[in-house]
């Protein structure tokens, strides 16, 4: 392939915008904001499990408090009918029957209180529980939510810089022969660089030096072929700093 000395050494230009590119696409991936929100993952989790366990559990609670405060209130209608029932009997076998199936419903009533405040006593400790649980996610939510945004922020910043390059990128490439910059996509695309200079006989693009063989080789090309880097592969731009 032929190209002109001054469209080879663009490739260096794209290049670099390339590189830079994958820099930028990198520092987005490995933001510190990332690693830090990953990494409160697990304790986010584990205080949501926590929050559902206290929830449920002080849920049930509340079922158990209603349903003794629903017997208490049907031991105390049954109280109040046998009493108005003894103001109404006259008849003393039915005041004894009355009597102790009062006695039996009293001790019921007393059970029943003592239980419904214990009940009560639970429901009140499983609310402080819940409570705390509750703050310590509103902490970490918080904490969340801050890294998010400097995520964001950062992200941004990084995101308005790769578009400001990709557009240079695009004018570099829109201004070099269309089969140049195929060649380039290629090479980049199959070993990772695209264009890499000939520096005082070593390759940029493998940061080793060429063999004398190599390096004859190149100096017999004319000055518009376009050569590939015998070791990475990419295109070696060749100019006033190649040393041939």
């Known amino acids: 392939m032929k190209a002109s000395p001054a469209d080879q050494n663009e490739l260096l230009r794209l ?22 929100l ?15 366990a206290a929830t449920g559990e002080l849920e049930d609670a509340r079922t158990e408090l209603k349903r003794v405060e629903s017997d208490v209130e049907l ?13 109404q009997t006259a008849s003393v076998k039915d005041v004894q029957a009355l009597e102790a199936e009062l006695a039996s ?27 705390a649980v509750e703050a310590e996610r509103a902490e ?61 006989g070593v390759s940029l693009g493998s940061n080793v030096k060429l063999t004398e063989s190599d390096l004859a080789e190149i100096r017999r090309a004319a000055a518009d072929d376009v050569v590939l880097c015998p070791d990475s592969s990419a295109i070696l731009i060749r100019n006033e700093e190649s040393g041939l």
Not at 27 to 33: C, D, E, G, I, S
Not at 75 to 87: L, S
Not at 107 to 120: A, N, P, Y
Not at 169 to 196: C, M, S, W
């Open 38 to 52: 990953s990494a409160l993952q697990p304790e986010v989790e584990a205080l949501r499990a926590r929050w559902i």
């Open 105 to 131: 419903l009293a001790k019921r009533q007393g059970d029943l209180e003592e239980i419904e405040l214990t009940v009560m006593e639970r429901v009140d400790g499983l609310e402080k529980a819940l409570a």
């Open 75 to 87: 031991v105390e209608a049954r109280i109040k009918r046998d009493n108005d029932r003894v103001q």
């Open 15 to 36: 290049q670099s915008a390339d590189t830079r590119l994958a820099q930028l696409d990198h520092a987005v991936a490995t933001l510190p904001q990332t690693k830090e």
């Open 140 to 200: 970490l939510g918080s904490r969340v939510e801050a890294l998010e945004a400097a995520r964001d922020a950062e992200a941004e910043k990084i995101a308005a810089q790769r578009t400001a390059l990709a557009a240079d990128r695009a004018t570099i490439a829109g201004a070099l022969p269309a089969d140049l910059v195929a060649l380039y996509e290629r090479q980049r695309a199959r070993y990772g660089l695209g264009a890499a200079l000939l520096q005082r």
